[in-house]
Nanobody, 113 residues
Framework: QVQLAESGGDLVQPGGSLRLSCAAS???????MGWYRQAPEGAREVVAT???????GYINPVKGRFTISRDNAKNMMYLQMDSLKPEDTGVYYC????????WGHGTQVTVSS
């Protein structure tokens, strides 16, 4: 089973930027992957996805602000987050989207002044 590990979460002011990273233990070039987040007292929701053909998808609240990408040579996936808002606060997870696909342990993003 592929293991995933997120990093890059931090406390940032509204309007700021962060880049999250997801390190995979194996090759991820042929996988459908995504970033999810879970707000305090909220359900886990998908934020962005990336198909095996590198086609990105985003939920409406983050369109134009977040960018998902992947570096297959390094087995890494990224989420560039710009113009951050307090409602972006949560624990962010990377996930391989398939039945019983692995999840990372998450990285905390807090957007607050």
């Amino acid at each position: 089973q592929v293991q995933l590990a997120e990093s890059g979460g931090d406390l940032v002011q509204p309007g700021g930027s962060l880049r999250l990273s997801c390190a995979a233990s194996e090759n991820i070039s042929d996988t459908f992957m995504g970033w999810y987040r879970q707000a305090p007292e909220g359900a886990r929701e998908v934020v962005a996805t990336l198909t095996r053909f590198e086609h990105p998808g985003y939920i409406n609240p983050v369109k134009g602000r977040f960018t998902i990408s992947r570096d297959n040579a390094k087995n890494m996936m990224y989420l560039q987050m710009d113009s951050l808002k307090p409602e972006d606060t949560g624990v962010y997870y990377c996930h391989i989207i398939r039945p019983n696909g692995p999840w990372g342990h998450g990285t905390q993003v807090t957007v607050s002044s």
